[in-house]
């Protein structure tokens, strides 16, 4: 049992709701970055006991940044924990968030759950995300459940997900066979393909890898 799970475990607040498998995928992608001086933003607060759990388990360098429409929320703000009252897809209002704070090294979204708000609030954060970052889009078992479903386009979270893993591979669509000649056009290559390094896809979480990616060439030798 890692050290989130066992957190978890000995908590008695009733205030973190999550479903135990995730805990392993947490350790997997955010224990390099345990003790260092990072930025931490969560979409969703519920009762405040998951910023709590992250404070605790990136040390007292992390600076925790929550994110819920709930007024009530803001009673949750502890030392190293700012909270921010508002809408996740509402993009004035994250911009607001993130011109008070340093990038974020990590987002993670357990807000509503909605299609429409992991989809606008991934387009418009992941951008903002420092490179080396990562992005953890939680509940995405919402993707199945109608009632989850907003967008005009009926566009679901994982059906994004799976546009972006070929978005990951536009250099060669837009190049065919340059690739081998090293003659890149990059112009027209999307932003994704130049910056998402990794898209893991577990059990009700998509994870996302942000770094600057190279230009890719093949060779003989």
């Given at each position: 049992m890692n050290d989130l799970q066992k957190y978890f475990e000995n908590n008695n607040k009733k205030d973190i709701n999550k479903w135990l498998h995730y805990f392993d995928i947490y350790e997997e992608n955010f224990s390099k970055?345990?003790?260092k001086k990072i930025t931490v933003l969560e979409i969703g607060v519920f009762r405040g006991g998951s910023l709590s759990m992250w404070k605790k388990y990136f040390g007292t360098q992390a600076k925790i940044i929550g994110i819920d429409i709930n007024p009530e929320c803001k009673q949750f703000e502890?030392?190293?924990?700012?909270i921010y009252i508002g809408d996740q897809t509402n993009e004035d209002f994250l911009h607001s968030v993130l011109i008070d704070n340093d990038k974020p090294d990590i987002i993670i979204d357990?807000?509503?759950?909605?299609?429409?708000?992991q989809i606008t609030s991934f387009n418009y954060l992941y951008e903002k995300l420092k490179y080396g970052g990562t992005?953890?889009?939680e509940d995405t078992h919402t993707s199945y459940y109608r009632q989850y479903q907003d967008r005009p386009d009926q566009l679901t979270f994982i059906e994004y997900a799976k546009h972006l893993s070929d978005e990951l591979n536009d250099w060669y669509r837009v190049n065919h066979h340059r690739v081998y000649k090293k003659?890149?056009?990059?112009?027209?290559?999307?932003f994704w393909a130049k910056n998402i390094h990794k898209i893991s896809f577990y059990n009700s979480i998509i994870v996302f890898e942000k770094k600057e990616s190279k230009v890719p060439f093949s060779q003989i030798r």
């Amino acid at each position: 049992m890692n050290d989130l799970q066992k957190y978890f475990e000995n908590n008695n607040k009733k205030d973190i709701n999550k479903w135990l498998h995730y805990f392993d995928i947490y350790e997997e992608n955010f224990s390099k970055y345990r003790n260092k001086k990072i930025t931490v933003l969560e979409i969703g607060v519920f009762r405040g006991g998951s910023l709590s759990m992250w404070k605790k388990y990136f040390g007292t360098q992390a600076k925790i940044i929550g994110i819920d429409i709930n007024p009530e929320c803001k009673q949750f703000e502890r030392e190293n924990i700012k909270i921010y009252i508002g809408d996740q897809t509402n993009e004035d209002f994250l911009h607001s968030v993130l011109i008070d704070n340093d990038k974020p090294d990590i987002i993670i979204d357990d807000g509503g759950h909605t299609s429409n708000q992991q989809i606008t609030s991934f387009n418009y954060l992941y951008e903002k995300l420092k490179y080396g970052g990562t992005y953890l889009v939680e509940d995405t078992h919402t993707s199945y459940y109608r009632q989850y479903q907003d967008r005009p386009d009926q566009l679901t979270f994982i059906e994004y997900a799976k546009h972006l893993s070929d978005e990951l591979n536009d250099w060669y669509r837009v190049n065919h066979h340059r690739v081998y000649k090293k003659k890149i056009d990059e112009a027209n290559v999307s932003f994704w393909a130049k910056n998402i390094h990794k898209i893991s896809f577990y059990n009700s979480i998509i994870v996302f890898e942000k770094k600057e990616s190279k230009v890719p060439f093949s060779q003989i030798r």
